[in-house]
């Protein structure tokens, strides 16, 4: 059983940027992988960024550029720098810490871009 607990959403105009958190209850390093997703109204769950625990990362094709996903395995957080948001980006974020194939997600923080 891995706990997650995500941060640092809210409220922010268009072209700004937030920086989103995931505190994770076991060492990030032993993870299959660490991953963003969000979650818009009305729509699926979609793969923001991913990162290993190799430290390989990758990104959804519209997030490229603009987001940044981080971590410090010291103190088992992953980090998300969310730059030049849009409307589109309005969603629920969250961060998933997968294990032996098992996803462990956490309550989800709200990022609201509007302005």
């Known amino acids: 059983q891995v706990q997650v607990v995500e941060s640092g959403g809210g409220l922010v105009q268009p072209g700004g940027s937030l920086r989103l958190s995931c505190a994770a209850s076991?060492?990030?390093?032993?993870?299959?992988?660490m991953a963003w997703y969000r979650q818009a109204p009305g729509k699926q769950r979609e793969l923001v960024a991913a990162?290993?625990?190799?430290?390989?990362?990758n990104y959804a094709d519209s997030m490229k550029g603009r987001f940044i996903i981080s971590r410090d395995i010291d103190k088992n957080m992953v980090y998300l720098q969310m730059n030049s948001l849009i409307s589109e980006d309005t969603a629920v974020y969250y961060c998933g810490a997968f294990l032996n194939s098992e996803p462990y997600w956490g309550q989800g923080t709200q990022v609201t871009v509007s302005s």
């Open positions: 990162i290993t625990g190799g430290g390989s990362i």
């Open positions: 076991q060492n990030i390093f032993r993870m299959d992988k």
